[in-house]
């Protein structure tokens, strides 16, 4: 078949595709184009190839398939810019393929929408119009892009840097968990993963175990401050992050020594050390904040199933002031605070006398109790003496409590000594007995008295 016999065909052809397209009969019409579009190429009439690439894009974005329209519409922008083509023409087919939206990469999308800006602004007119109008649409995708690019960035840094990894974090609300490897010194015990509050922050210890018979190894994680982590992050010499989780680990001990009173261990600053520390981005990478540690003399103690239940009872709950105060009697003892040692537990004796005679004085005398404002040490143990039976305000312990008293009556010496700014030094021998004479007419009492 001749060049002008086949170019006979192929407009008739495309005229059929027209008027089909006109009745709305996509698939006829496209079948026309096509037939029309293969007669052109092998009659290399460039200019109604474009035409007939251009309508069959039109006819597969009326169908919905416009990733199917792409590959048309490109093709008739190359034929286009391959012969010289601009203006009106190109901007025309620029338009068509701007339309496509999603059907483009970003990086199409952006390439084919500046060329068309490019050339409404020289055409100006209507023109320009129409590329405002698309702009509302680029305007966006600019947008998204930048927020992608910001997220990404953001991402990168959070993944980076623990201090990225906090700024993130900072960003968006979320929680710093901090998770601490840390040793105790004088304690080899094994204890199990608990959950709990303290202060306002969400503690989980993911458990302690025996190390090497003169300490015990922990890791708990919490919600850190903002601020403690920064702290940390800059080096300070004594951050406050160390602090509040020597606080988390402490409530826990605490809670172990209510239950097991027969243990005698408590934590104090100088028993207690963090091995490292570490943060987590929001993606569950973590990174190293500190490190540290050493190691030291132990006492062996294992929770039993039954203690572990009584302890999370304990950290539900408000301790009673007499055990707080004991233990900050053990803690004092165990940083040398000798004095301080002595008095706290006085206090914790005392403490302990005003829950006893709330409960265990008789009617008449109660009242009397409870009509003092403020009662001191002293007009507790008067009381006190009236309730074993000794009336006498100068009758020592020893003649109520027997060998417990003895060691008791020495404790309050030593204690009004201390109160009085006296001269004797207070030393570790002192404080040991008082701590122990204490705690023995305690355990004494309560079981005299149920309380």
């Known amino acids: 078949m001749d060049v002008s016999k086949s170019l006979t065909i192929a407009r008739r052809r495309f005229q059929n595709g027209n008027y089909m397209l006109s009745l709305n009969k996509y698939a006829a019409a496209r079948k026309e184009f096509e037939v029309a579009l293969t007669l052109f190429e092998r009659a290399g009439s460039f200019k109604e190839m474009a035409e007939a690439l251009n309508n069959i894009g039109i006819i597969l974005v009326k169908e919905g398939l416009p990733v199917d329209a792409k590959a048309y519409f490109e093709r008739f922008y190359g034929l286009k810019k391959a012969n010289g083509v601009d203006g009106e023409p190109l901007f025309n087919t620029l338009y068509n393929l701007v339309g496509l939206g999603g059907a483009l990469s970003e990086e199409e999308f952006e390439r084919y929408f500046l060329e068309m800006k490019a050339i409404g602004d020289s055409l100006g007119g209507e023109f320009v119009d129409i590329v405002a109008r698309e702009k509302a649409v680029y305007d966006r995708f600019v947008e998204a892009r930048e927020r992608e690019r910001l997220r990404r960035e953001e991402e990168a840094l959070a993944r980076g840097s623990p201090s990225g990894a906090l700024a993130h974090l900072k960003k968006h609300g979320l929680p710093a968990l901090v998770r601490v490897k840390f040793i105790l010194y004088g304690v080899a015990v094994d ?17 302690i175990s025996h190390a090497d018979g003169s300490a015990s190894m922990g890791e708990a994680e919490f919600d850190a401050p903002y601020d403690s982590v920064e702290e940390m992050l800059s080096g300070a010499e004594e951050p406050a992050l160390l602090k509040d ?27 207690f050390e963090v091995v490292s520390a570490a943060i987590r981005n929001a993606f569950g990478d973590s990174f190293e904040i500190y490190t540290g540690g ?3 003399p132990a006492v062996n103690v294992t929770l039993t199933g039954e203690d572990a239940m009584l302890v999370n009872m304990m950290l539900s709950t408000r301790h009673s002031l007499y055990k707080m105060l004991l233990l900050n009697a053990k ?4 940083e040398g605070n000798y004095s301080l040692c002595v008095v706290d537990a006085v206090a914790g004796f005392e403490a302990f006398l005003d829950l006893l005679l709330k409960k265990a004085l008789p009617e008449a005398e109660r009242k009397d109790y409870l009509s003092l404002e403020d009662p001191c040490l002293y007009e507790r143990l008067r009381f006190f003496k009236k309730l074993i039976g000794r009336a006498g305000d100068q009758d020592s312990l020893e003649h109520c409590l027997g060998d417990a008293g003895r060691e008791l009556d020495d404790a309050l010496a030593c204690y009004g000594d201390i109160m009085s700014n006296g001269n004797k030094t207070i030393g570790a021998c002192e404080a040991a007995k008082a701590l122990e004479a204490v705690k023995s007419a305690i355990y004494n009492l309560k079981s005299r008295y149920e309380v």
């Not at 922050?201 to 993911?206: E, I």
């Not at 803690?331 to 165990?334: A, T, V």
């Open 245 to 271: 989780a020597f606080r988390h680990v402490k409530r826990f001990i605490e809670a172990v020594a209510m239950v097991r009173e027969d243990i005698g261990f408590c934590v104090g600053l100088q028993g």
């Open 294 to 296: 050493k190691r030291g």
């Open 191 to 207: 204890v199990p993963e608990f959950s709990y509050e303290d202060e306002g922050a969400s503690v989980k210890l993911l458990g």
């Open 331 to 334: 803690r004092s003892m165990s």
